[in-house]
């Protein structure tokens, strides 16, 4: 191993993690991880020794966090909390178009193939979706919304851009993502507007 | 084969539309399919010569069929539209708690799994999420909406329940699905109450 040992194992790691995003887990092989990361077969059990569920389960929180990021960033883009929810989108919505389509959200994949087995792999998918909504929940909290009104809307905002991007990528057009954009920034802004049960 | 030809054809078919449900594409062996419907080894290649992808495809078909089937009897269970999108998710939201949170979206999971590859199987995903997204769209058009407005609001209902059960399956528990119902049921409910932009 010529490279550095930390920068093989975040090699592994973030190769899992857009593998994931376009094929979920039991679609990636181990040996596609291996030759995309250029690693040596020896290192990812090396470094993993709980195999392949360790390596995801790293990867998964790698790419929540790569996301928590870059939905911190474009939150606070802009002083109107609203346009701000309607920059994340559309900056997700130009990622997707950009990848032609293959880079969805891996821990919406992943949990959808392994919430059946109670495993830790899914339990750290609970955890990133929590990781996005606190965020989501905060940023609404500072528009104006109580803690529980933030959390409801923090759910159905999570969740409408989730199924959009299943769609987007079903239909390979960005139709559904600018449409779900649309209509759940109007609505939001609907309810702030109003003051009414915020 | 003592059995029918017509019903090891439809077992598979089933089957295999419940194991995609748990564990997705990639996560269904072909021995678990034959095992699971009791069929013979052979027959897998003679009713589907296509092999596992040609029943996949035939049991995201059958499934989706099954979907619009129990969308289109919980929406007509009302008179009152918006009370109708409310039952709808409310039984689906038994459904998944009643199964153990085993029983996801198979359209969803399938989807997050193919749609890099550009394959018939995400394109018989596509044609599957129309057909329930048109069902919504009518429901829509007949509480009130005009085509434009009723084409995203089915486009945003069936975003939030496919994001919600991701939701709901890897927290394992039907809370995302209940807030969903209330919030997007209230906001359709009360767009249409104005009269205002339908």
Redo the contacts between chains.
């Keep these: 191993m010529k490279e550095e040992p930390q920068s093989v194992r975040e090699r592994l790691i973030r190769t899992t993690g857009q593998l994931l995003r376009?094929?979920?887990?039991?679609?990636t092989g181990l040996d596609e991880i291996l030759k995309d990361s250029d690693a040596p077969k020896g290192s990812l059990y090396h470094y993993f020794p709980g195999g392949k569920r360790q390596l995801a389960s790293e990867a998964v929180r790698y790419m929540a966090g790569r996301m928590a990021k870059r939905m911190v960033d474009d939150l606070s883009l802009t002083a109107d909390p609203i346009e701000g929810l309607r920059l994340f989108l559309a900056g997700r919505a130009n990622d997707l178009e950009a990848s032609?389509?293959?880079s969805?959200c891996p821990?919406?994949?992943v949990?959808?193939?392994t919430?059946?087995e109670?495993s830790d792999l899914?339990g750290v998918?609970?955890q990133s979706?929590?990781g996005l909504k606190q965020i989501l929940h905060e940023h609404l909290s500072r528009a104006g919304f109580g803690q529980e009104r933030a959390?409801?809307?923090a759910?159905?905002f999570?969740?409408?851009?989730?199924?959009?991007l299943?769609?987007s990528?079903?239909?390979?057009n960005t139709?559904?993502l600018d449409?779900?954009a649309?209509?759940?920034c109007a609505?939001i802004g609907?309810i702030l507007g109003k003051g009414q049960n915020v």
Excluded at 158 to 164: F, I, M, P
Excluded at 169 to 172: E, G, I, L, M, W
């Design positions: 376009s094929h979920g887990y039991y679609g032609g389509f293959k969805g821990i919406a994949t949990t959808l193939e919430a059946s109670h899914c998918c609970s979706f929590d959390n409801s809307l759910t159905l999570l969740a409408s851009w989730e199924g959009a299943i769609l990528r079903a239909h390979r139709k559904p449409i779900v649309k209509e759940i609505m609907g």
